[in-house]
């Protein structure tokens, strides 16, 4: 149960200076990885996992999902600001993509979630090399794109993509983005742009169920949602910075990395 779980950590006092300033760092690096591309939580949640043993799993969650909100809200900020958004295109994304990580969260716990690894492999797998034998796809300025075949894509795309962030949530942005070059004709740097706006959806969809419980270590949280919303803010101004085809080249390293780490899970169980 939550409430047994220890709440140690909720004075940052009580975490000690070194582990404290790796969690800063990790979360300004994955404020930075998420900007681009997305996928930072491969390097926030393991940190968290690591330096909080005793902590509780929906503890360790929820922390990160409150640090995450923070950081891509500020990268998204950055791209309006910087590039714009496509308004109908986000009006669509954001609900869809909260309906479907609340219908993931709410299914969460009844499925066994070493079943997906496998198939998340294999899907990164396609992803990378589709993206890799393509390497025009999502670099160059797309064709307007409207109508009602292109709401319903934009609408499935928040849907799957949130229904797997509620269930799992690994890779969340960077399915998003590829979702968003491969099916609805964006730039890998409009995609990173409207990913944030849908990742943030499914972040404060989870916080909805998360905040109630008690599960979210406050003022570690807080702390980190500050270096994770300085790593989205140079992020995202990186990428506007560097264009599409830097956010295409961060987009394969982050695939790679997450399969590994995928893979290692799967064979050290």
Known sequence: MLADAPHLFNDLGSLGAAPLILLLVASFAAGWVDAVVGGGGLIQLPMLSILLPHAATAQILATNKIASVFGTLAS????IRRIGLDRSAAAWLAPTA??????????????????????????????????????????SDPAPRGGTSHIVTLACIGIAVGFYDGVLGPGTGSFFVIAL??????????????????????????????????????????????????????????????????????FLVVIALLSVTLVMKIIHG
């Open 181 to 250: 070059v491969s099916f609805a004709g964006q730039s890998f740097l409009g995609a990173s742009a409207h990913a944030k706006i849908a990742n943030a959806s499914t972040n404060i969809a989870a916080l909805v169920v998360f905040v109630p419980q008690g599960a979210v270590m406050w003022s570690l949280g807080l702390a980190m949602a500050a270096a994770n919303m300085a790593g989205g803010y140079v992020g995202a101004r990186t990428a506007v910075a560097r264009g599409s085809s830097f956010v295409r080249g961060v």
């Open 98 to 139: 909260f309906a479907g990580s609340a219908a993931g969260a709410a299914v969460a716990a009844a499925i066994p979630r070493s079943a997906f690894d496998p198939i998340i492999v294999v899907a990164l797998a396609v992803v990378g090399a589709y993206t890799a034998m393509r390497p025009h796809v999502g670099t």
């Open 76 to 79: 998204a900020t950055t791209y």
